[in-house]
């Protein structure tokens, strides 16, 4: 049998993931998170439209274009400020191997 590598993701911080990152750019405008829009997620400001929402789509193979027309109310910036706040996201957390 092959082991199996296990792993943990380590926040770098206990703070919320876009707390203390570069906010002053529009990405950083238009990423709400407040727990009482969809249970905290990261959603697109002035809607209830994650993050992950977006992310989704771009892995089932839309295009910004294609994420336009299944959503009306975004715009490509909101797109790219969903992308964003994914990469930064993902470059402040740390991977230990067990």
Aim: include cysteine.
């Amino acid at each position: 049998h092959r082991p199996i590598d296990i792993f943990i993701l380590v926040p770098t911080s206990a703070r919320p993931a876009c707390a203390g990152r570069r906010q002053s750019g529009s990405a950083w405008e238009r990423i709400v998170i407040d727990k009482n829009i969809c249970h905290g997620k990261p959603c697109i400001k002035g809607t209830r439209i994650m993050v992950t929402n977006i992310l989704s789509l771009i892995a089932g193979g839309y295009n910004i274009p294609k994420i336009l027309t299944y959503y009306p109310e975004l715009t490509e910036e909101d797109v790219k400020a969903a992308l964003e706040y994914t990469i930064e996201t993902v470059e402040g957390e740390e991977v230990h191997l067990l």
